[in-house]
């Protein structure tokens, strides 16, 4: 709540303020509880020439009202136990408790052709047999309607209403973006207003983030950006219940191999042989947006028709990897198998996923040749 304009409609909903203070506000640059909070009475009081008791007054009403209120944790498990979103890939399922948890931002990347768009368009599909409503904003134009179908089952009539429930917008850059995350913000504060809750959204695809921000300035302008979309995206999926999943790229970096004087050849031979190449690719956006998402999943190539997904953060789970195959009517997880011959009979035992170590989230894709 503490991020919602003082100019929505819900706020002036309130009757809390008076609306010409909260021009006078909008004015000074004080557009939500956030920015209100770094003044005190005696300042509020000074700036906007208020006297000391009302402008006390006018913090104490905004900061009761607005302020989130503490929860109790059994309410929050119990909250919480019905807001996944399940997957056609049970491991994922059994390790993150049940599917993609709803309220988070989460993150999948990997190289181009890896799979990014079909996961997405497969949890899309996910949400439309469950009869839930999603939003979709495709910043790569890769979205196909005939094939978010085709994952929901046969081509046929029966079929075609679910795709009312998936809303698409299309963003050529940055601006178009921020216009249209806005854009959703308010309507679904007014869905919450007015009580409509069955027909908000649980999930929020942008495919990709990477997109839009490279029509966006070098530098400091970039940066401001995404953290803008962070804490846009992050208040969207904590206030109103939201999965959003974040589609990322991923660029080429060269290995530091730094030698010191005193290693001989022997030890730089042996050396050399551990690294292997001096190119690696790395998750794009930097550290700062890799400290912000809830999840990271990347996916990965192994072979022509396999793929390999990384839960690479996770709170729910440690860094597990596990391999699936795409196929006409969607995700198929591939369940490796060891075959045990006793006395004539044979019996198959499962393989646990592969437990990664932390440092392997950097090494995502194909690598590349010196």
Request: a neutral charge.
């Amino acid at each position: 709540m503490s991020f919602i304009s003082f100019t929505s409609s819900h706020f002036t909903s309130l009757n809390l303020i008076d609306n010409h203070l909260l021009e006078r506000f909008e004015r000074a640059g004080i557009k939500n509880l956030i920015d209100l909070s770094a003044y005190t009475p005696l300042e509020l009081s000074f700036k906007f020439r208020l006297p000391i008791f009302d402008a006390e007054q006018i913090l104490e009403k905004l900061f009761s009202t607005l302020t989130i209120q503490s929860k109790n944790v059994y309410d929050m498990l119990i909250q919480t136990s019905s807001s996944y979103i399940p997957t056609k890939l049970p491991t994922l399922n059994r390790y993150l408790n049940g599917g993609l948890r709803r309220g988070l931002l989460i993150e999948l990347c990997g190289s181009w052709g890896s799979g990014k768009t079909q996961f997405c368009l497969h949890l899309t599909a996910q949400c439309c047999l469950l009869g839930l409503h999603s939003i979709y904003i495709d910043t790569e134009h890769t979205f196909s309607s005939i094939r978010l179908l085709n994952m929901m089952g046969n081509f046929n009539s029966e079929q075609e209403h679910l795709l009312e429930l998936v809303r698409t917008e299309t963003a050529f850059d940055s601006d178009s973006l921020m216009n249209i995350l806005i854009q959703i913000e308010n309507e679904l504060e007014d869905e919450f207003k007015n009580n409509k809750l069955d027909q908000c959204p649980i999930l929020l695809i942008i495919d990709s983030i990477a997109a839009p921000l490279r029509m966006s300035t070098m530098g400091y302008t970039r940066d401001n950006i995404l953290l803008l979309f962070t804490d846009r995206a992050k208040r969207l999926a904590t206030r109103y219940n939201l999965l959003v999943l974040v589609t990322n790229q991923v660029t080429t970096k060269r290995r530091s191999n730094v030698l010191t004087e005193k290693t001989d050849e022997h030890e730089r031979s042996n050396t050399n042989k551990t690294i292997g190449n001096d190119f690696y690719m790395s998750v794009a956006l930097g550290k700062a947006w890799s400290y912000s998402v809830n999840v990271r999943l990347a996916i990965s190539y192994q072979g022509d028709t396999r793929r390999q997904l990384i839960v690479g953060k996770s709170i729910e789970s440690p860094g597990y990897s596990i391999s699936f195959r795409i196929l006409t009517n969607g995700l198929e997880e591939i369940e490796e198998n060891i075959s045990i011959n006793t006395q004539r009979k044979s019996s198959k035992k499962y393989i646990v996923p592969k437990l990664i170590q932390a440092d392997e989230m950097h090494l995502i894709g194909k690598q590349l040749r010196p």
